[in-house]
């Protein structure tokens, strides 16, 4: 059966209506002549109430059987209910078993918590508050889609295994069909890669920029949204080793036309979550976050603030007593002075620009003074960072030179100068890390509870 979603009907259900509905139950309730079940299908935070009066109730032997977590098809009517919190409910003529649950079923009905449901992720998309993060994740999934679209921005799928270092932060998944155990070695005692599925070392992307610039020095204005990997050891809130990207690439566009996309980018995917998952973003201001949807009300509403570098480290200078760690011109600033930043200094999200190239990555585009380079960074209030991105350097000479300075291989992005050689133009993109988003918009604390199976470092269960 092809099932209308609990949500449908609670929405436009009719009185009257005959309907067979099948789902999972929440709670089963018994009175003296009637046994209410919520039944749940995923759709809604909020389930169907079932009524069954046992007088009339033809199998009673099997609706003693339903417990919490069983799979049931229930069969009946729709009318107006008598109780309160819901105004419709199902009077049900029969019920169809498919699935039990025995009594160890660890979703019983009590609070469990976050770190609880992550070692049953294969059962936590069944709880309220996984059920919610993950509609919201799939309606922003349209609404990312939705952006660009309609803006004509090309949906470019870049490859996930890939042979050069995006970000050269050295921090790649190796792929390899070699046996550990028995490695071939070269004359000199080294790898021989020669033998390797791909006669070369071979990487999970850490981003698809660098693919994304060719099709948009061929097709203007790209996007991809895919999965990135990072072996970062970073045991934080805010990272994963498999994480989903979105990265737009727009050819002709300076740094300017960048921030004004990434800002609408962003006020669109929030604004559309509120007006679509309206339960949902509901359930989150109540119970998860206090305010969530003021605070990304704010972000819809307010003008985003510009600032340099140079000015927000001169700003967090002035409060160095306040951080952990003091900050000073060249330092890369940390999740603490980008809150600071936006929270206290901008009381709005906040886009720095024009940072030392030392802390960014190769192919931004070099400033005249030497120094520094047009990347840009889009903070947010309690996240910080939730962007990245710049102009990227295309200049031939200038960025080789940057190639070789840092010590990378030049023959390994041979094909990504080619691009400055054969009708180079003013081109720019950024990455919004897609959980980030999430995790901002629901205000949900951990970025291992917006992603269905979180991969972090010393985890992958599942
Ligand atoms: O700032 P990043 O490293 O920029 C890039 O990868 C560029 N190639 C993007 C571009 O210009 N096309 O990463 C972009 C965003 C970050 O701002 C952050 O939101 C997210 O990706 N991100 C992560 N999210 C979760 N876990 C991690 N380990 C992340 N690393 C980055
Ligand atoms: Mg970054």
């Known amino acids: 059966m092809i099932t209308r979603p609990i949500r449908n009907i609670l929405e436009s259900g009719k009185e009257g209506e005959k309907l067979s509905i099948p789902g999972w ?19 809604s935070i909020t389930g169907l109430q079932l009524v069954v009066e046992k007088d009339s ?20 009517t729709l009318k107006k209910s008598q109780g309160q919190g819901q105004s419709i409910e199902l009077l049900v003529s029969s019920i169809k078993i498919e699935g039990l649950s025995p009594e160890d079923y660890p979703l019983q009905k009590k609070r469990h918590t976050l770190e609880y449901l992550r070692e049953i992720a294969h059962l936590r998309a069944r709880t309220n508050t996984l059920g919610a993060v993950e509609r919201v994740r799939s309606r922003m999934s349209y609404a990312v889609h939705s952006f660009f679209q309609d803006r004509g921005f090309m949906y470019v799928h870049t490859p996930i295994i890939t042979a050069s270092d995006c970000e050269g932060a050295g921090e790649m998944f190796q792929v ?9 070695l070269t004359k000199q005692g080294k790898v021989d890669y020669e033998k390797d599925f791909f006669q070369k070392k071979a990487y999970l992307t850490v981003s698809g920029q660098l693919e994304g610039e060719t099709y948009a020095t061929a097709m203007g204005n790209i996007y991809t949204f895919g999965p990135t990997f990072r072996a970062e050891n970073s045991n934080t809130k805010r990272h994963l080793a498999e994480f989903w990207m979105i990265e737009p690439e727009m050819a002709f566009a300076d740094i300017n036309d960048n921030m004004r996309v990434a800002e609408d980018f962003l006020k669109y995917i929030f604004k559309d979550i509120l007006e679509h998952q ?29 600032m340099t570098y140079t000015d927000a480290i001169k700003e967090l200078e002035k409060n160095n007593d306040k951080f952990d760690y003091p900050v000073k011109w060249g330092v890369d600033i940390q999740t603490e002075h980008e809150r600071y930043l936006t929270e206290v ?4 999200p906040v886009i720095v620009t024009d940072y030392p190239k030392e802390i960014k990555s190769f192919y931004m585009k070099q400033n005249d003074d030497g120094k520094t380079v ?6 947010v209030p309690r996240l910080g960072e939730i962007i990245g991105g710049s102009e990227r350097e295309a200049d031939y000479d200038k960025l080789l030179a940057r190639i070789k300075e840092l010590g990378l291989k030049e023959e390994n992005y041979s094909w990504y100068l080619d691009l400055r050689k054969y009708g180079s133009c003013t081109h720019s993109g950024f990455g919004l890390g897609f959980e980030r988003a999430i995790l901002y918009a629901t205000g949900m604390q951990n970025i291992r509870d917006v992603i269905p199976y979180p991969r972090y470092v010393h985890n992958a269960s599942f």
Do not use: Q, Y
């Open 374 to 379: 047009r990347g840009m960074d889009v903070l």
């Open 278 to 306: 309206e339960e949902d973003m509901d359930f989150f201001d109540n119970f998860v976050e206090k305010g969530v949807k003021k605070s990304l009300m704010h972000v819809v509403e307010t003008p985003f603030v510009h």
């Open 25 to 43: 139950v929440r709670t089963v309730r018994d009175s003296k002549n009637v046994v209410f079940i919520s039944l749940n299908d995923g759709s």
């Open 176 to 184: 390899t069909t070699l046996d550990m155990d028995k490695l071939p």
């Open 57 to 76: 109730f033809s199998d009673l032997e099997a609706l003693g059987k339903i417990s919490v977590g069983s799979a049931i098809i229930a069969e009946g």
């Open 345 to 348: 200094v901008a009381s709005s």
